[in-house]
């Protein structure tokens, strides 16, 4: 394993740190020389969310002596099922305030870094330079190939975890010459909404807990030069059946990034190499219909259909009075179901699903189908606030 941590000889612990890290110092694996590797150690952590709360925190027990950490986002209710960092008191707070709060009161000795910004190509470069490992904790693509290319590029190891419903992935790429990098695995993105985010398809609330302590566990090793990191292996979990597995990757000798020869050597345009916003159709008013225009419709009871293309577990939480369940998945075969002689409103959480379930519907010759702006929840916010948001 290459070394990420050259050991200082002019860094000592202090007696309180020695108190606090001895289990570690007793370790044959870590003892003094691993502590110190520790805290010299500088780590960025993308992502202050549900595996950057667990990866975040034992990171800081640990005695890692510099985390980073970036994120834009303020802290929702709907985080703190699995985002174990922030507490409800934290609603509404910056995710970066909060996790450094819960980071210091752990472990005064931990320095933290804040970076309240959306990681792009033209700042990844500069905040990855200033670290020894990236961890990626993020949920979508084009931060993924982002995080990526700029980690090859900088000669970073980049420790990879990802999550969706009761299952998870980690890795480790680039820990060294003959380590793979994401795109010798994923070359090119899914395509547009194929894969659905967890806000869509739901995720179990201590999947996050898992995965991110396997992404600690493993960004220590890289530390402390101990063990066999999961370079060039993938490993599977299926916490719903409670099952590890585990493939092989090799390195592409032809990556597009990591290769003798690249294609790319230089950060470009991620959401459009990713298609973000390609899926989403913008609709004139003619395809479209506010909450308060559907509200209007109901009262004045104009004859018309509404669609609910969600998940039927999700009409369990809400659902519009004499709405129809169709799931967007099942929609192609359901045409016979949704007339064409009357209005059709379309809907789903906030109107993502429902806008493509309308493009397809106006490929098929609906003329008279609307997408409703906001979703369920823009309708529950505005017309009826006894359905409750999720």
Known sequence: MTEIIQQQTNTDLTHEEIARYSRHL???????????????????IIGAGGLGSPLAMYLAAAGVGTLGLVDFDEVDKSNLQRQIIHTTDDIGRPKLQSAKDKINAMNPNVEVELHKTALDSSNALG???????????????????????????????????????????????????????????????????????????????????MIGTIQANEVIKLIIGKGEPLSGRLLLLDALDMEFKELKIRKN??????????????????????????????????????????????????????????????????????STLIPKG???????????????????????????VVNLLKQQGYDNVKNLIGGINGYAKNIDPSLPLY
């Not at 007793?26 to 960025?44: C, H, N, R, S, T």
């Not at 577990?313 to 519009?320: A, G």
């Not at 359901?334 to 059709?344: A, R, T, Y």
Request: net charge negative; charged share 25%.
């Open 26 to 44: 007793i370790l044959p694996d870590v003892g003094m020389e691993g502590q110190k590797k520790l805290k010299q150690a500088k780590v960025l």
């Open 330 to 356: 099942a929609i192609a075969d359901n045409l016979d179901k949704i007339p064409k002689d009357k209005p059709v409103v379309v809907h789903c959480k906030t109107g993502v699903r429902s806008a493509k």
């Open 253 to 322: 000798p032809d990556c597009v990034v990591c290769s003798d020869d690249p294609e790319i050597t230089e950060l470009i345009d991620y959401d459009q190499f990713c298609g973000v916003g390609e899926d989403v159709p913008i609709f004139s008013e003619d395809f479209s219909i506010t909450v308060n225009e559907l509200k209007g419709w109901q009262d004045s009871n104009k004859d018309f259909m509404i669609l609910d293309v969600r998940e039927e577990p999700e009409t369990e939480i809400s659902k519009i009075e004499g």
């Open 127 to 209: 905040i990855f330079d200033n670290y020894d490992i990236i961890v990626d904790c993020t949920d979508n693509f084009p931060t993924r190939y982002l995080t990526n290319d700029a980690a090859v590029f900088l000669n970073k190891p980049y420790v990879y975890g990802s999550i969706f419903r009761f299952e998870g992935q980690v890795t480790v790429f680039n820990a060294d010459e003959d380590s793979p990098c994401y795109r010798c695995l994923y070359e090119r993105p899914p395509p547009p909404g194929l894969v659905p985010s967890c806000a869509v398809g739901g995720v179990i609330g201590v999947l996050p807990g």
